[in-house]
Every structure is written in structure tokens, then in C-alpha cells.
């Protein structure tokens, strides 16, 4: 008599077509990204800091050729330049937001503009604490 032989061999459920499922061969690939979108006052702020770079680095001469580029009046790219005006820990906190599942964002460009045009970085933190508060009820 032989002894048993046991094979050991990876598959998954994949979806096809209207949610049938079917049988695949290997591991289940792992998914791209975590669920969600990163909040528009995040990606702006990163946007910002990239502008600034590429003005620091002599690739454009000015916020006027930058707008002038991204198609966008001089007006709302100083709106997104004034992010960096910000406290650097309120920019961190914008930054690691938590992605939005569904629905609008919890913060708004428009919310952040008066803070971000008050100098005082203490004063700037006790009005975004005053808003987070606001708006995470």
C-alpha cells in the first residue's frame, strides 16, 4: 500500500462579471489602497508645498506663471498658497486626515482661510481646534 499523498496548492474567489464568483489560482492580491478618498484640503496643501518647491528650485519664476500652467486664476492659486501660511502642526493634522468614505469632507478649503491669514500660530491652533471640534459633532 502507498501512504496518502496531500497536495497543498493556493487559490481564491475572484469576481467576474455580475458578482459571480470563480476560482483562481495563487494568493489573493492584497488591495491598492485603504477604502476611501483623501480629503481635497489634504491634496491641496500637498499641491502647495510642491509649488513652493517648484518656485524655490527656479522651474517657474512666480505664482503668476503657476497659475498661468495649472489653468486657474491668480486668485485661487494664492487661496491654496495660503495654506502654507499655517502652523506646521495644523498642516500635519491636515495632511494625516482621515480619508472620507462617503459624502463631503469634514474640513473645507473656505473654512481654513481665515486661519490660515491670522499670524499668531497659537492663536491659528485654539481656532482649528474650535473647528475640528465643530466640525466632528
Given at each position: 500500500?502507498?501512504?496518502?499523498?496531500?497536495?497543498?496548492?493556493s487559490?481564491?474567489?475572484?469576481i467576474?462579471?455580475k458578482?459571480?464568483?470563480?476560482?483562481?489560482d495563487?494568493e489573493?492580491?492584497?488591495?491598492?489602497?485603504?477604502?476611501?478618498r483623501?480629503p481635497r484640503?489634504?491634496?491641496?496643501?500637498?499641491?502647495?508645498?510642491r509649488?513652493?518647491?517648484?518656485?524655490?528650485d527656479?522651474?517657474?519664476e512666480?505664482?503668476?506663471?503657476?497659475a498661468?500652467?495649472?489653468?486657474?486664476s491668480?486668485?485661487?492659486?494664492?487661496?491654496?498658497?495660503?495654506?502654507?501660511?499655517?502652523?506646521?502642526?495644523i498642516?500635519?493634522?491636515?495632511?494625516?486626515?482621515?480619508?472620507?468614505?462617503?459624502?463631503?469632507?469634514?474640513?473645507?478649503?473656505?473654512?481654513?482661510?481665515?486661519?490660515?491669514?491670522?499670524?499668531?500660530?497659537?492663536?491659528?491652533?485654539?481656532?482649528?481646534e474650535?473647528?475640528?471640534?465643530?466640525?466632528?459633532?
Amino acid at each position: 500500500m502507498s501512504e496518502p499523498l496531500t497536495v497543498e496548492y493556493s487559490v481564491h474567489f475572484g469576481i467576474k462579471t455580475k458578482g459571480r464568483k470563480v476560482l483562481q489560482d495563487g494568493e489573493q492580491p492584497s488591495l491598492p489602497c485603504e477604502p476611501g478618498r483623501v480629503p481635497r484640503v489634504a491634496r491641496l496643501l500637498a499641491l502647495a508645498h510642491r509649488f513652493e518647491g517648484l518656485i524655490k528650485d527656479g522651474v517657474v519664476e512666480d505664482y503668476a506663471d503657476l497659475a498661468r500652467l495649472g489653468k486657474v486664476s491668480r486668485a485661487r492659486l494664492s487661496q491654496i498658497m495660503n495654506l502654507l501660511l499655517l502652523a506646521p502642526a495644523i498642516q500635519e493634522e491636515l495632511l494625516f486626515l482621515p480619508r472620507t468614505l462617503r459624502g463631503r469632507d469634514a474640513v473645507k478649503l473656505a473654512d481654513l482661510q481665515p486661519i490660515a491669514l491670522t499670524m499668531d500660530w497659537r492663536r491659528q491652533k485654539r481656532l482649528w481646534e474650535q473647528l475640528r471640534d465643530i466640525r466632528q459633532r
